[in-house]
């Protein structure tokens, strides 16, 4: 697979799920405006920038950034949460970080990882936190869990622009380091 068809692909599952799918906890159902993607395959796709944390060859699960206990990870201020899309079989470690969302009620935005994540978990106690975390609880896609992506109807008028991702340490990777793997939605 060439980086280019990976690329395509990214933009179209960006679209996707910030068109079509919402997140919906206790704390309300939420857009997503802006989301990264990560992926490490020893094969064709070395993003030195990706976890390859064990959480990330799951697909369709939530990986928490740097979750130890539900304390330690409310206390620190450089947590994040993925959308899991790797493989264990194919050693695939894949992660969509979610960087901002939009609350569907007051269409308020928040932005950053750690206000994301913490707005999405709103309302859990610390057990229903932990075995999100801890992949206890199922798929995203599942209705019956407490945090969960839903298909909707609603249109939303805007687009989906692509850049660089953020936050990265060029010296890391130089050949992934500048990769338009970031995708923002754009009301409009």
Known sequence: MKTRDLETGFKQIAALLMTEVMISGPSGSFWIDELEFYLYDGGYCRDRYTHCHERQLGFGTWY?????TFDS???FSRNGLDLTFGSKENR?????LLRAVR??????QIKGINRTVKALIDGLDARAVERLAFGQDGF???P???LHLTGTSLKRPGKVVESP???LNPGRDPDFFNKKWNYTYQIG
């Open 73 to 75: 990870f409310m206390r």
């Open 64 to 68: 928490f950034h740097r979750y130890r």
């Open 165 to 167: 991702r953020k936050g």
């Open 144 to 146: 019956g869990q407490p």
């Open 92 to 96: 695939r470690y894949g992660g969509i």
């Open 140 to 142: 995203v896609f599942d």
């Open 103 to 108: 609350d569907a009620a007051s269409w308020k």
